[in-house]
């Protein structure tokens, strides 16, 4: 789902359609081993050379650890590092959704912001 976008990225119905699922996707309740496997994809994705695929995949990080927060628990500190990763994006609109992601992840009390965090 993140990777499709930019082969239809001129229709805007497609488009839509394409950013709901993955929302819908993400706010789905997700088993522990099928959420291993998921940010193994997303990781994938972190590589990637489009950047549309990396900004939908750092907003359904987004959407994913906030619909599953409880059971997402054990893998704050693999997110954290791709989201980490994701801030230093060389495009713009990623690492401003990495960003807000981010953000959210404090906010929430999802992981605890450390001295090293605010050091860099």
């Given at each position: ?74 893998y ?7 989201v ?5 994006n ?31």
């Amino acid at each position: 789902l993140c990777e499709i976008e930019g082969i239809v990225a001129n229709h805007d119905v497609v488009e839509d359609t394409l950013t709901s699922s993955r929302m819908w996707v993400a706010m789905s309740y997700f088993h522990p081993h099928s959420l291993d496997a998921l940010i193994d994809q997303l990781e994938t994705v972190s590589t990637s050379c489009k950047w549309h695929a990396r900004r939908a995949a750092i907003e359904f990080v987004q959407n994913l650890v906030f619909s599953n927060l409880f059971n997402s628990r054990p893998y704050a500190k693999r997110l954290n590092s791709l989201v980490l990763k994701y801030l230093f994006n060389e495009q713009l609109e990623v690492r401003t959704i990495a960003s807000l992601t981010l953000s959210g992840f404090y906010q929430c009390g999802y992981i605890e912001l450390t001295r090293e965090d605010l050091i860099g």
